[in-house]
């Protein structure tokens, strides 16, 4: 079959690979439809590798070159066990996350953080290829009415709205959200069906401000032209806002965005940052105000389906792009010349 793997940084080849072996019993075997293209991807992509292992990984034992892609919908091919609710040919979306289930966090249901964990596409071989071996306890059958299209998002939005359950959003809540690229546009999604009454944006390129506001957001800021603490304060009956969740990862926002979240109130990072940031004690202290990282999901895709299932959150803003997977490498070699363009872009081993 033709998978598109990761060689190296810039690296990226169009390979004709082995189909998967059968399943074993906490397998599946997915034949997939469509596979979105994640930050993560890029990042791997342009200075790899990061998440992706160069020796064997401690619990897959799978090790480069292998293929990218952990957002995706397809059909299941094969089963390693019998799973309540799902027969070889349902379509589905799928949870990508190895556990080792034995561990205090395993134990816990935090297998997001279990220290053995690694994704499909990272930590194994991934969905930019014909065929996928998924963890079956990560399935989650599509009903009709959710798409290929939208099942493959569900996973993106699987993070903004883990991002906004570590935010304590209620209903009635104002967010500030920092940065409207993809993580940023999953998390105002999710914010929404939370129930937040203001839902404010900083964000810089005014194209993403333009479709933020037709996504019906409260007000989209230029951070390099308005004091966005200063604006939203004003706009929330000088208290501010009850969460800032920043989806940008930069680490000198994180300092502003203590400074911006009222009294009280909590700042989730939810943007994949590495660097130092520095954080005045006293705004934390003084204001009894958290700062919370969150890393992924658990158990939120199957929330995600049954949320597009029921008509609540329409993710087709998400979505500015699809091409072939045979076309893979310049999809990768345009995204990497240019982010801003897209949002997220699905890649099909099908054909259009
Ligand atoms: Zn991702
Ligand atoms: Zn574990």
């Known amino acids: 079959m033709k998978a598109l793997r990761w060689h190296g940084a810039r690296d990226l080849r169009l390979d004709e690979v082995p189909d998967p072996p059968e ?43 292998l293929a990218l892609g952990h957002e995706f919908s397809g059909s299941v091919l094969a089963l390693g066990s019998e799973v309540p609710g799902i027969a070889v040919g349902d379509r589905v979306a799928a949870d990508p996350v190895w556990r080792c289930g034995v561990c205090y966090w395993c134990a816990r249901g935090e297998y997001h953080i279990c220290p053995r964990s690694g994704s499909v596409g990272l930590a194994s071989p991934g969905a930019f290829a014909e065929r996928v071996t998924v963890p079956l306890a990560g399935l989650t059958r599509l009903p009709d009415n959710v798409s290929d299209e939208m099942g493959a998002l569900a996973e993106p939005l699987a993070v903004g709205l883990h991002a906004v359950t570590r935010a304590g959003v209620r209903p009635g809540d104002n967010v500030l959200v920092v940065g409207g690229g993809p993580i940023g546009v999953a998390v105002v999604l999710a914010a929404r069906v939370a129930g937040a009454a203001g839902l404010y944006v900083s964000e810089p390129l005014a194209g993403r401000r333009e479709m933020l506001g037709a996504l019906g957001v409260t007000e989209a800021f ?67 105000r958290s700062v919370l990282g969150t890393l992924g999901y658990r158990f939120d895709i199957p929330r995600v389906i049954g949320l597009m299932s029921a008509g609540r959150l329409d993710a087709s803003a998400l979505l500015t792009g699809r091409f072939p997977l045979d076309g893979g490498v310049g999809v990768f070699e345009g995204l990497a010349a240019d982010r801003a363009r897209h949002l997220k872009v699905l890649l099909t081993p099908k054909g259009l």
């Open 23 to 65: 399943p074993r019993p906490h397998e599946a075997v997915v034949e997939v439809s469509w596979c979105g293209v994640c930050g993560t991807d890029l990042h791997e992509y342009l200075e790899g590798p990061h998440m992706i292992r160069t020796g064997p990984h401690p619990l897959t034992g799978a090790a480069p070159p």
């Open 222 to 288: 230029d951070p390099r032209t308005a004091d966005v603490r200063r604006e939203v304060f004003l706009r929330t009956g000088r208290i501010g806002p009850d969460a800032v969740i920043d989806a940008t990862g930069v680490a000198a926002l994180a300092g502003q965005a203590v400074a911006t979240v009222r009294r009280g109130g909590r700042v989730v990072l939810a943007g994949v940052g590495h660097g130092k940031a520095e954080i005045d004690m006293g705004q934390l202290v003084f204001y009894e």
